[in-house]
């Protein structure tokens, strides 16, 4: 990643934090992350456990419909990693790309860096996103019932960047595809990977636990930190503050999930400094449950992989 839009990411999550912290009282928010249930944080980072445990699997099992051998223990490993990743560097998707390098340097037979081994991760990413974007949508259509014209217009236009977002991956992998004459294979792999009837139901299942997890790991962060807004209230809520954190300008969604959060809150008759607070929270936990990558990150075995 070049340096220009590293620096850039970087200042556009800390300027919209320090947004946020002029305009909330910033006291009481670190007062009351400071004090969060010990409770509600372990059962958070058991959740975020469950998590990627779904994710390694769905990643082997996509990996196994395009025809790369890859095991579960490494599969898991790999995808603590590119958590860690993620958390700590600038784009959100860089641990992701990291991990479909490594794979494909691994894989002796599918060495290019448009081969089956990155598309496995292309893919397996998708159908979270997918569903992702569905409950987020679903949930734009549901808030506007409870707040005034102007505010609904502020949740459509926050339901409409997401499926820009989307639209914008599926545009550019297709014309990635057409400039190397790939689209037919993509769609070919895409229908093994997701579309045939039993590959559909396990890529279903997987996604749905997984956004499931999500959205629980954000009702335990609002938990801990005594944010015990009613969860038909609270719920539709969580799925378009986390599709924010698709958008690549900033480092792992920091600031502009919470910017997200506190129009929200807003917009519903909550208080916004909630909103911001429970993201922190929630991020926070993110990072602390992505810490076994560090781990795997400074063991021999992961430099002797991306050495390869």
């Given at each position: 990643m070049r340096r220009p839009y590293v620096v850039l990411r970087v200042a556009v999550s800390i300027g919209l934090l320090a947004v946020l912290a002029w305009w909330l009282d910033l006291g009481t928010v670190m007062s009351r992350l400071a004090q969060m249930r010990p409770g509600w944080v372990l059962l958070a980072v058991a959740i975020s456990v469950v998590q990627t445990a779904v994710l390694a699997w769905r990643w082997r099992f996509t990996a196994g419909c395009l025809g790369v051998d890859l095991s579960y223990r490494l599969a898991w490993r790999e995808y603590y990693l590119s958590i860690f990743l993620n958390q700590v560097l600038p784009g959100g998707v860089v641990g992701d790309v990291s991990r479909a390098w490594r794979q494909a340097r691994a894989q002796t037979r599918l060495r290019e860096p448009t081969g089956p081994a990155v598309r496995a991760v292309i893919f397996?990413?998708?159908?979270?996103?997918?569903?992702?974007?569905?409950?987020?949508?679903?949930?734009?259509?549901?808030?506007?019932?409870?707040?005034?014209?102007g505010s609904g217009l502020v949740l459509f236009g926050s339901g409409a960047v997401a499926v820009l977002i989307l639209v914008a991956i599926v545009v550019w992998t297709r014309r990635q595809a057409s400039a190397q004459s790939l689209w037919g294979q993509l769609l070919a792999d895409l229908d093994a990977a997701h579309l045939r009837a039993p590959v559909f139901t396990a890529q279903l299942v997987s996604a749905a636990v997984v956004v499931g997890t999500y959205l629980a790991a954000?009702?335990?962060?609002?938990?801990?930190?005594?944010?015990?807004?009613?969860?038909?209230?609270?719920?539709?809520?969580?799925a378009p503050v986390l599709m924010t954190m698709l958008i690549p300008v900033t480092v792992a969604g920091w600031g502009l999930r919470e910017g997200t959060a506190?129009?929200?809150?807003?917009?519903?008759?909550?208080?916004?400094?909630?909103?911001?607070?429970?993201?922190?929270?929630?991020?926070?936990?993110?990072?602390?449950?992505?810490?076994?990558?560090?781990?795997?990150?400074?063991?021999?075995?992961t430099t002797r992989r991306l050495s390869v």
């Amino acid at each position: 990643m070049r340096r220009p839009y590293v620096v850039l990411r970087v200042a556009v999550s800390i300027g919209l934090l320090a947004v946020l912290a002029w305009w909330l009282d910033l006291g009481t928010v670190m007062s009351r992350l400071a004090q969060m249930r010990p409770g509600w944080v372990l059962l958070a980072v058991a959740i975020s456990v469950v998590q990627t445990a779904v994710l390694a699997w769905r990643w082997r099992f996509t990996a196994g419909c395009l025809g790369v051998d890859l095991s579960y223990r490494l599969a898991w490993r790999e995808y603590y990693l590119s958590i860690f990743l993620n958390q700590v560097l600038p784009g959100g998707v860089v641990g992701d790309v990291s991990r479909a390098w490594r794979q494909a340097r691994a894989q002796t037979r599918l060495r290019e860096p448009t081969g089956p081994a990155v598309r496995a991760v292309i893919f397996e990413r998708l159908s979270a996103q997918a569903v992702m974007t569905t409950v987020a949508v679903a949930s734009l259509l549901v808030l506007p019932v409870t707040v005034n014209l102007g505010s609904g217009l502020v949740l459509f236009g926050s339901g409409a960047v997401a499926v820009l977002i989307l639209v914008a991956i599926v545009v550019w992998t297709r014309r990635q595809a057409s400039a190397q004459s790939l689209w037919g294979q993509l769609l070919a792999d895409l229908d093994a990977a997701h579309l045939r009837a039993p590959v559909f139901t396990a890529q279903l299942v997987s996604a749905a636990v997984v956004v499931g997890t999500y959205l629980a790991a954000y009702v335990m962060a609002a938990r801990a930190v005594g944010v015990d807004t009613p969860l038909p209230v609270f719920l539709p809520l969580v799925a378009p503050v986390l599709m924010t954190m698709l958008i690549p300008v900033t480092v792992a969604g920091w600031g502009l999930r919470e910017g997200t959060a506190a129009v929200l809150w807003g917009v519903v008759g909550l208080t916004a400094a909630d909103g911001v607070l429970v993201s922190v929270a929630y991020g926070l936990l993110v990072l602390f449950g992505s810490l076994p990558g560090a781990v795997f990150l400074m063991s021999p075995g992961t430099t002797r992989r991306l050495s390869v």
